[in-house]
């Protein structure tokens, strides 16, 4: 395996001016005056130069522009096939040498908005413990630009997000569900043949839903010394860019840690602590590519990592200090996290 590190730089990733650059070539291939397309959006050549960033809503613009020009209502799909999943950058290499899907997802979670803070985009992971306990939901919402303009945009970024994780897997991955929060009166069909699944069109935001054994998939090519380091230079791109970006998270994360054991880490409690709404607490934290249910669940695994290794604690304590009113609740957690229940997870060490 290559493990040369690319030299990267806080604007060389699959961004939006990359992404427009991409649907004006697949648009010229098709027959359609890219030159056109251009006009009509108020935009120059000049303006798609790799060191430049045009606005998050041109980029969409430009999608809704070229599906219009080549009447192709499948334009956002068909584009997938075209795209090296290289251009996406830190965030492609991260990925692939992430050990597993979860961790792939929690990398993403972690260093989105190097990449795409221009679009404000929550991925976050969360049980739907009143319908299926054993499934995994992993969303997206982008807040900038109006949604009847943005359905090529959409489609594009959301199911290449799959096409990411079935190359990352070496899988056709079916996942169990999609939900596009865009209306589709045409070639819905195609879309959940791609899928290999059942897709809703016009939910609230964009999500995938897969199974635990999907979620916990192995990465064939991970590498975790790579991944080390990699993590590292992402890291000192988020130092580099601390005076952008507020501390907002770590207060929240912070507060949740101090209250866990009270059972006052409630997005109400966390948010009156703060002396925000609760509506406001979602959406700085949607600024950081989370939310607050998934800071809550990255505290409790790690805080379960730690107290696992007391054994002076039952793990009915071990529920309690981690804010769960039963511990079946916790068991289901730690399932989740790790494929394991608490009890297995012990019997190497008390045998």
């Known amino acids: 395996m290559n493990t040369t590190v690319p030299d990267y730089h806080s604007n060389d990733f699959w961004d939006r001016t990359t992404r427009a650059r991409y649907a004006l070539d697949f648009a010229d291939a098709l027959g359609a005056a890219s030159d056109g397309i251009l006009e009509q959006a108020d935009l120059r050549r000049s303006d798609l130069e790799k060191e430049k ?28 096939d075209r795209v090296d999943l290289r251009d996406i950058g830190l965030l492609w290499y991260l990925a692939v040498n992430s050990p597993n899907l979860r961790s792939c997802v929690k990398n993403i979670r972690r260093y989105h908005h190097l990449a795409q803070n221009f679009t404000r985009i929550t991925v976050s ?24 303009s943005n359905q090529q945009f959409d489609e594009f970024n959301w199911l290449g997000f799959l096409l990411v994780c079935r190359r990352l897997t070496h899988t056709q991955l079916t996942p169990v569900e999609i ?93 009156r602590e703060l002396a925000v709404s609760e509506r406001t607490l979602a959406r700085r934290l949607s600024e950081y590519g989370t939310s607050f249910g998934s800071i809550v669940d990255d505290v409790r695994q790690n ?49």
Request: glycine share 4%; hydrophobic share 35%.
């Open 53 to 80: 960033q045009i606005p998050a809503v041109k980029s969409a613009e430009i999608f809704d522009l070229c599906t219009k020009a080549t009447s192709n209502d499948l334009f956002g799909l068909q584009l997938l």
């Open 303 to 351: 805080l379960f990592a730690k107290y696992i290794k007391e054994r002076d604690l039952s793990l009915s304590q071990v529920a309690y200090l981690l804010g769960y009113s039963e511990q079946a609740t916790m068991n289901k957690s730690v399932k989740r996290w790790t494929g394991k229940t608490p009890r297995e997870l012990l019997e190497p060490e008390m045998n």
């Open 125 to 148: 992971d969360e049980t739907l413990s009143n319908t299926n306990p054993d499934t995994i939901v992993i969303t997206e919402q982008s807040e900038l630009f109006p949604l009847e």
């Open 179 to 271: 939900g596009l929060r865009h209306h589709r009166s045409n070639n819905a069909k195609a879309i959940e043949r791609y899928c290999k699944c059942t897709v809703k069109f016009g939910v609230e935001k964009n999500y995938m839903r897969l199974t635990l054994d999907q979620y916990l998939l192995p990465i064939p090519s991970n590498d975790h010394k790579l991944l080390e380091i990699l993590e590292e230079h992402a890291n000192d791109l988020l130092e580099k860019q601390k005076d952008t970006i507020p501390s907002f998270e770590h207060q929240v994360t912070k507060l949740v840690v101090e209250q866990l054991p009270r059972g006052k880490a409630k997005a109400k409690l966390i948010a």
